[in-house]
């Protein structure tokens, strides 16, 4: 059996301890299928020294849930990893700055499809109400530019007063109400190839599909129309080698498909929605190892 890493969160972060072993089981259970035994160590072991990491022929930081309440460290810790040349998937340099959703703003000039979005290093209620009337709407989501499970991010009405406002950094975008319709549709992928598709709800009144905020999540036979391309187009403009990807994506009020993140760092990858339970992955996985 090869043995890899797997980086979990901070223990001093209880906020995903009831959650993040079942994720860590259910990786072990399709890895094992490819002689692969997971070690999992908390990324914040190794912040500053690498060299608890460096004798692992790969290391995966599919688990480092909690780090954007800790970005400054994150990237430290992304900067060692890259120096001391471990051998990690996706690349520290990638989930670096993949960790900041201003990348979104580059996607977006390259020609990738995201919602129209407002970047401000601070948000104020002046800037929520120039957003209404720049996007033409009366629903905006603000969200701080480092964040994950919808953490700080507001659904705003307009004459809705902002409170509990993200610090520093963030971005106001028009509210999708495909959302509340549709839902979120995920195309995951391994090693650059289309594993599953999942699309996930919010509960009824709610915009957040997280599972933590009763999200109900069903498995796709195929992607939906026009899903793929986006998710594609999106991986030739990101241009990195990657073992794993989650393109997450909604639709725009006249249809077409719109990029919400690429999930290049820690992304759940929905192995219980995967028809082959993970087989995928541990291919992908195996093939990298092979290398």
């Keep these: 059996m090869t043995r890899i890493a797997v980086l979990t969160p901070d223990p001093a972060d209880p906020s995903y301890a009831g959650q993040w072993p079942g994720v860590l089981e259910r990786l072990s259970r399709a890895l094992a299928a490819a002689d692969v035994t997971v070690e999992p160590t908390p990324w914040t072991d190794h912040i500053e020294d690498a060299s608890g990491l460096t004798g692992y022929p790969l290391v995966l930081p599919v688990i480092v849930w909690g780090y954007h309440r800790d970005h400054q460290r994150w990237m430290q810790a992304c900067r060692t990893w890259e120096a001391a040349g471990v051998r990690m998937r996706n690349p520290a340099a990638v989930i670096g700055w993949n960790s900041d959703k201003s990348y979104l703003g580059r996607l977006a000039d390259k020609g990738v499809a995201v919602p129209d979005t407002i970047w401000v290093d601070g948000v104020t209620q002046a800037d929520v109400h120039a957003a209404f009337d720049r996007f033409g709407t009366d629903v905006v989501v603000v969200k701080p530019r480092v964040s994950g499970g919808a953490w700080k991010t507001l659904r705003l009405a307009r004459g809705e007063v902002m409170e509990g406002a993200p610090e520093g950094p963030a971005m106001i975008q028009p509210y999708l109400p495909s ?113």
């Excluded at 109900?216 to 793929?228: D, I, N, T």
């Design 179 to 291: 959302i509340e319709t549709e839902g979120e549709t995920s195309l995951l992928f391994f090693g650059g190839k289309l594993s599953h598709v999942v699309n996930k709800r919010p509960v009824n009144g709610d915009f957040r599909i997280q599972m933590q905020f009763g999200g109900q999540y069903v498995a796709l036979p195929q992607p939906p129309e026009g899903a793929l391309a986006l998710a594609e187009a999106t991986l030739e403009v990101i241009g990195e080698e990657l073992l794993y990807a989650r393109i997450d994506m909604a639709t725009a009020p006249d249809g077409t498909w719109r990029l919400m993140e690429a999930e290049l760092i820690e992304p759940d990858f929905y192995l219980g929605s995967a028809p082959d339970g993970g087989r995928n992955f541990a291919v992908a996985v195996r093939a990298v190892l092979n290398t």
